[in-house]
């Protein structure tokens, strides 16, 4: 698929902003395009990107001009993609290159666009070389810098960019994402209600997630991981030994940190969709395919029981977030929801 403002997931009344802005030819020298993982950040950015140096006439990127042909190649000499590059920080060293070249006319379109990837992990003085060029930027220039919540950048940087704030995308806008993208992939999932189902719930709206998802293996994976969990946390919440027995055999002591806070936000969320089935039908679902899976499995407790399991779920993730151990946080979390 071609990049354009079709390839990004969702989020139409940014496509829009953009395309008019484009249109009237007020597009700003600098956006902070800000959203969780995998929302698509960096397919709205390409799309800006392709438009803004786009040479045709009409609707831009027209995909057929010299500049948009040479972005779908990845060969444009205008646009230069910087970020961490394996490095835990964008150092200034990287800003710096990449401001020197902003004064290098541009080669082939009337822009020049750079990207900066994970924008988040600029260093103070990186994030204040970039600062410098964002006050007297060369009129040609467009930043475009991508990060996962804006307030990791300079007060200083966010007033002089405008910030386009990406947003998860709704079941519907995702399953027509992924039909529109992956094809026949997405089309062969779709035919298994069940598994579409799961999905899209997996996905929690988001489009990279959904797409890890469209993987047959790693669909089921996660169904086994929710099986798990679910059976979990129910035996927690009936009150028998069996919890504790569990979260003391030799494989959950040998559970990974990431893997045990994995197991507790799954859990929360099964229990939350419990909750809320008990009192409407019309709730966004974060764990179980249906509201009524939801229902059938909280119908054997009370409201307070699992808004308390709730409660300890979080408790317990917070601990593991304290660094306590694994095997400790598990086994008093079983404890403390036995005595509920
Ligand atoms: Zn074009």
């Known amino acids: 698929m071609s990049v354009g403002f079709d390839s990004v997931p969702g989020n139409d009344e940014l496509k829009h902003l953009l395309a008019r802005e484009l249109s009237d030819g007020t597009l700003s020298h600098a956006y902070i395009i800000e959203g969780e993982r995998g929302v698509g950040k960096r397919a709205l950015a390409d799309a800006v990107a392709k ?22 190649a990845k060969s444009h000499p205008d646009v230069t993609v910087v970020g961490r590059d394996g490095k835990a920080t964008i150092g200034v060293d990287v800003i710096r290159d990449m401001r020197a070249d902003t004064h290098i006319i541009p080669s082939e379109s009337e822009r020049k666009v750079y990207i900066i990837e994970d924008a988040d992990t600029m260093t103070a003085a990186a ?93 089921l994976t996660y169904i086994e991981r929710k099986k798990s969990t679910l059976a979990l946390v129910t035996s927690m919440m009936s009150g028998g030994a069996d919890a504790v027995t569990t979260v003391t055999s ?8 990431d893997d045990a806070a994995q197991i507790l936000d799954d859990g929360e969320r099964a229990v939350r969709d419990m909750i809320m089935a008990k009192k409407t039908d019309g709730f966004d679902l974060c ?27 979080r408790a317990s993730r917070d601990e593991l977030d304290a660094n306590m151990s694994v095997p400790t946080a598990l086994l008093s979390l079983a404890i403390r929801i036995k005595n509920i």
């Open 51 to 72: 438009a803004a140096l786009c040479q045709g006439v009409g609707e831009r990127p027209c995909g057929e001009c010299a500049s948009c042909r040479h972005f779908e």
């Open 250 to 257: 030799s494989a959950m002591r040998k559970l990974k940190r």
């Open 127 to 219: 994030q204040n070389a970039l600062l410098l060029s964002l006050e007297e930027p060369p009129p040609y220039v467009l930043y475009l810098l991508l990060c996962t919540d804006s307030k990791s950048q300079l007060e200083t940087i966010r007033s002089r960019a405008a910030c386009l704030h990406m947003r998860p995308c709704t079941e519907s806008e995702l399953g027509e994402y992924l039909t529109r993208t992956y094809g026949s992939r997405a089309k062969r999932v779709r035919e298994n209600d069940a598994l579409w189902r799961e999905l899209l719930v997996g996905a929690g709206g988001n489009p990279g997630t959904a797409a890890e998802l469209l993987d047959e293996k790693a669909l």
């Open 287 to 313: 764990f179980f395919p249906t509201a009524d899976d939801a229902r059938n499995a909280g119908s054997a407790f009370t409201s307070r029981t699992l808004c308390m399991t709730a409660a300890e779920l």
